[in-house]
């Protein structure tokens, strides 16, 4: 199984900038396909905020383009997302995702999505 852990988020002021961290461990059969950053805010879905392939290849939800940044070390299998120009409608709790393959015991090969368990972003206005 993959295993991810994110950190980096905390109470922070409108206008300021906050680096969320994913870090994904396990029997990854590298590089994970996708990596990806969703958020929740209370009483709505969950929705993608950001994602990055393998290749480099990045996706950004309307509402955070040109001042979220994402990007990823394949090497480490670890996601960033760099938030700039925060507002109080980024308040929400924001969860890593992965795709991609990771060996089982019995050395099988087999493709899973995962997600981390979450790390809360507070922008005060």
């Known amino acids: 199984q993959v295993h991810l852990v994110e950190s980096g988020g905390t109470l922070v002021q409108t206008g300021g900038s906050l680096r969320l961290s994913c870090a994904a461990s396990g029997s990854i059969f590298s590089p994970l396909l996708m990596m990806g950053w969703y958020r929740q805010a209370p009483g709505k879905q969950r929705e993608l905020v950001s994602s990055?392939?393998?290749?480099?290849?990045?996706n950004y939800v309307n509402s955070v383009r040109s001042r979220f940044t994402i990007s990823r070390d394949n090497a480490k299998n670890t996601v960033f997302l760099q938030m700039n120009s925060l507002k109080p409608e980024d308040t929400a709790v924001y969860y890593c995702n992965a795709d991609g393959f990771y060996q089982e015991a019995s050395k099988a090969l087999r493709r899973g999505n995962f997600w981390g368990q979450g790390t809360q972003v507070t922008v005060s206005s």
């Open positions: 990055i392939t393998s290749g480099g290849t990045t």
